[in-house]
């Protein structure tokens, strides 16, 4: 079994040398999951980067508890690495998130609430309120 299935919610989350966003995207994540009200665990899927990234996600999975990683022998772009972070996760539900965190991960939260009545939830970010 895979250890992804015993989660609520897998965050699939492709890096590609991010070493300076990684220390605020953990960040993030810790607090989303400490807040959530599912058992949420994170994803990381390493597309072959090229600095620290790699070193970085192996040592944060090693200390911190529902973070795993996959890490990827050649480069796929985001499209490759989210599909090889899809089959390896077999959670109920599966969220996507950027590295570089341009969307609250406790938009998950508010997502949940609309499962019971969908097969499929989609958020989508308001622009405008970044200007």
């Given at each position: 079994m895979n250890i992804t299935?015993?989660?609520?919610?897998?965050v699939v989350i492709p890096i590609f040398s991010q070493e300076e966003s990684l220390p605020?995207?953990?960040s993030a994540l810790e607090k989303y999951k400490h807040k959530s009200?599912?058992?949420v665990c994170v994803l990381f899927v390493d597309d072959a980067?090229?600095?620290?990234?790699l070193t970085l996600i192996r040592d944060h999975c090693a200390k911190v508890q529902d973070s795993f990683y996959i890490s990827l022998l050649c480069r796929n772009g985001i499209s490759g690495a989210l599909k090889a972070g899809l089959l390896h996760t077999?959670?109920?539900n599966v969220g996507y998130l950027d590295p570089e965190i341009?969307?609250?991960?406790?938009?998950?939260?508010?997502?949940?609430?609309?499962l019971p009545d969908a097969g499929m939830v989609c958020g989508e970010r308001d622009f405008s309120k970044n200007r």
């Open positions: 299935a015993s989660y609520e919610l897998t605020e995207l953990f009200t599912h058992r980067s090229t600095d620290k990234s077999f959670s109920d341009k969307l609250d991960p406790l938009v998950f939260e508010k997502l949940f609430n609309k």
